[in-house]
């Protein structure tokens, strides 16, 4: 019975989360366009799996997620193996950014950016290889960035010297560029952190700094998944200007 | 039948989207570290209540609210509306025209963002190790804020047509000059924000907004054009939650005058969910 109240209690939450988007798409359906909601009844039963999903998913997080993250980080410090650690990191910041979606859409639409444009042939295969050195290419930079940010909190370097040198990186290689390939690697930094990899890569970075002695959870724990936004923008630039 | 099909297939991309977490978690746990993974069950539980969790909730958004949205965004952009309600509210053609459309790219920025399951994931760590200084709510609203002000912004520069470079350095040059004088323990997970807030619920229905807007307006070729208010949605939640810090700082300051604040963010933000 308790814990039926207490599901109860979350999916309202959930819910309350959901509603500005909700209220959002109906005003702009009913006020603005003047058009009906289409099949009332698909709507409610997509939101209810929607309610439900972010009920479960906030769930298991307290419960798998978070402490698993945090263990492994635990157990990573007490073996005080850097080298191993490192690799992780790397491991981590690869297998997860390589199989993501969104970045598989976006390195589509840059090999056709990249056609258009004229720097590589316009056929299927030319569009695939392109396509599959970017998805590397950003992987890679994802894989730098969990090392460079597991490092940083290991020797408690203060995040925003290194963001900042990066984004001098960033602006210098703009102006290098090719024009057509800006506006996507600008983008491939907010793409590449999947909903599963924050949790956990916080839960890493969080527990790492918990564990060293001297380093604050809040001030050094935090930052990894800055790196992880900024690399890919760095290298996909540095892609276009080779290939 | 079809719902089946659509439901079977947003299974199979969640379970491929953990399969190399996993792997890499489970061959390091076996392989260097040699220990069983504590409370196995129940962190294996926890695991799959979120693969569960994230496929109905994908499910669910792709059937109801998905669809719509990226009509509503088509729609709005179409030239035959856009002209419509420029004459109706009596504005002089120009980028005035486009008032829907930034209204729409604020609202759905914000809502989108309260919904992100990412971001509510990093606001309940920020919240559990600052002690419960920085509320879950109060940062997800900053960031959410930081979002429609970028995702408006983003729009308005493919409207008249600026290149974007001008644009990010401009927002990097507020970034580095905010940092130095924010409350130090706020600047990581600021910058953190950035990268947390596009994700599952905002990438979809932003890019068809991008997309839309660029092939509606002339003069804009969407290969160029259509990218980058994805980078817009990253660097200005940095702004925004720097600037609720240095507010929340500023707020508390100004009855004490001692400087003790630096983890008392916004005190007076609503509690939220804690478990």
Redesign the interface.
Known sequence: MKGLLSLL??ML?SLR??A??????A???LV??HRP??DVG???????????????????????????GE??AN??AN?G?LG?LL??AF??GF??T?????LIAVCG?AA??AA?AGFIEDTASARQQYMTGLRITVALSVGLAIVIGVFRILKGW???YM??GG?VL??IM?AFAP??I???A??S????????????V??LG?GLASSIRGR???????????F??LTPMIFVMAYGMIV | MEMLALALRTVTSTVHDVLPIAAVIIGFQVLVLRRPIRNFRRVATGFFYVLLGLALFLLGLERALFPLGRLMAEQLTSPGFIAGSAAEMFLPHGWADYVWVYLFAFAIGFSTTIAEPSLIAVAIKANDVSGGAIRVNGLRIAVAIGVAVGITLGSYRIVVGDPIHWYIIGGYLVVIAQTGFAPKSIVPLAYDSGGVTTSTVTVPLVAALGLGLAETVPGRNPIIDGFGLIAFASLFPIIAVLTYAQLATWWTNRGRGSDEYNREIAPDMPDYRQE
């Open positions: 209690r979350a939450g989360d959901l500005p988007i909700i209220l959002v798409i005003f702009f359906q603005v366009l909601l289409p698909g709507l409610l039963t997509g939101l209810m799996f929607t309610v439900l999903g972010l009920t479960f998913f906030i769930h298991g997080l307290n419960m798998g997620l978070f402490p698993l263990s492994m157990d990573f073996k193996s191993w690799v992780f491991a981590l297998g997860t390589v199989a993501e979606p969104a639409e056709h950016a258009n203060p995040v925003h963001i900042m984004y960033v602006v703009t024009d057509e800006i506006g996507i600008y983008d930094g907010g793409v590449t952190t999947s909903t599963i990899t924050v949790p956990l916080t839960a969080v604050d959870p809040l001030v050094d724990g935090f930052g990894l998944i800055a992880a936004s």
